[in-house]
């Protein structure tokens, strides 16, 4: 179907679905769009895009996709004030991290800060610290890439490392979350970018997350912090932080996902991830297994544990889903697009069945 919008407004798109610009001038994000390439829109997101000048777009609508047409741009003029801070620190790589509850639009705003950053020909590191909703890599991991492209959708980004937490909620992993941080952080101080946007997961309210929080920015050592504040959720966190904070308002186009949507946006990740998976068979003497001793005693065949394969040092390969531990072979099938040989398997929590999908 094909939709007309008029300059200075903004289409908002709920997937699942996919446009591509026929004519006229839109962007999303601040990147602008091309005619030549069409935008997918996953299931549980809502995008916006914006049109310059008078726009005709090409939409498919998958089952309960939406559109809608609103007036002025979805991007609140707060979001410029961190950028106008950044540009005038000298440091380099300069760290940003950036906090908000829940669907606050945390992943947003970084796509915003990403193509507004490079569009002055910079080198960026995103790192998703966000593990129950992860962009880059799979969920249950914390993964990082960088970029000196504008870009559509921080999920459209190749990670180029990742750390396996196993979990999708931090508070059954918290040492474990703050580490893998700490450890891509350190790895990325090594590459050859100009800042590093730290993404965080939606847990701050409780005295649990605060404390969480607090010892996850004192690890990550932020320059500056970005916080996305609905009402007054974030001031008790902030409270207890020594680096500089700007705050900023969320999108008015925000919606509060359903448990169900966030799961569904979890599951593509690991479809994406296992897309192609084959059976493959490690020997237990030619591969370390971790935690120690953590092998479940019986493993049925329609489902199976989450696991992380790494090769040499702190390499990683992909994910896996254990479907068989072989007692006579003494050794492990696993269901990965990995066609490397790991070294390391690492033991996850969560558990998948047959098409990917969280138990």
Same mark, same amino acid.
């Given at each position: 179907?094909k939709?007309?919008?008029?300059s200075?407004?903004? *289409?908002l ?11 006229g001038k ?11 390439? @069409?935008?997918?829109?996953r299931e ?8 310059l ?13 939406t ?10 003029p ?13 440091? @380099? ?20 800060l990403v ?6 020909k ?11 909703h992860?962009d ?15 870009i ?27 580490e893998? *941080? ?7 101080l ?15 309210t ?34 207890? *932080? ?33 897309k ?7 020997y ?7 935690? @120690? ?19 040499s ?5 992909g994910i ?8 006579? @072979? ?8 990995v ?19 969280e138990i």
């Amino acid at each position: 179907m094909k939709q007309t919008v008029e300059s200075n407004r903004t *289409l908002l798109v709920e997937g699942p679905a996919s446009l591509r610009l026929v004519s006229g001038k839109a962007e999303m994000f601040s990147h602008q769009l091309k005619e030549t390439v @069409r935008i997918v829109v996953r299931e549980g997101k809502r995008l916006p895009f914006f049109v310059l000048e008078k726009a005709i777009f090409d939409l498919s609508l998958g089952p309960n996709a939406t559109i809608q047409d609103v007036g002025g741009s979805t991007i609140p003029p707060s979001w410029n004030i961190p950028l106008e801070a950044i540009s005038g620190m000298p440091k @380099r790589p300069l760290t940003v991290l950036i906090l908000g509850k829940i669907d606050s639009g945390k992943s947003s705003y970084c796509n915003y800060l990403v193509n507004k950053l490079v569009d002055g020909k910079c080198r960026v590191a995103v790192l998703d610290g966000d593990i129950g909703h992860s962009d880059i890599g799979s969920s249950g991991t914390v993964a990082y890439a960088t970029t000196s492209k504008q870009i559509t959708e921080l999920y459209n980004v190749k990670f180029q490392n990742a750390f396996f937490v196993g979990t999708i909620s931090p508070i059954t992993a918290l040492p474990k979350t703050i580490e893998a *941080l700490a450890i891509m952080k350190d790895e990325i101080l090594n590459k050859n970018v100009d800042f590093i946007l730290v993404n965080t997961d939606g847990w701050v309210t409780s005295d649990i997350a605060v404390r969480y929080k607090t010892a996850l920015v004192n690890e990550v050592k932020p320059d500056i912090i970005v916080g996305l504040q609905v009402e007054n959720e974030l001031e008790p966190l902030i409270a207890n *932080l020594d680096s500089p904070v700007i705050m900023v308002e969320p999108s008015p186009s925000l919606t509060q996902r359903t448990a169900e949507k966030r799961k569904v946006l979890r599951e593509m990740t690991y479809s994406k991830y296992l897309k192609g998976a084959k059976q493959q068979f490690y020997y237990l003497s030619q591969v370390t297994i971790e935690p @120690r001793n953590a092998l479940p005693k019986n493993q049925a065949p329609e489902k199976g544990l989450l696991v992380g394969l790494y090769g040499s040092g702190n390499k990683f390969l992909g994910i896996g889903i254990l479907r068989e531990i072989n007692q006579t @072979r003494k050794a492990l099938k696993v269901q990965t697009s990995v066609s490397a040989k790991p070294s390391r398997i690492v033991l996850g929590k969560v558990v998948l069945d047959k098409k990917f999908r969280e138990i």
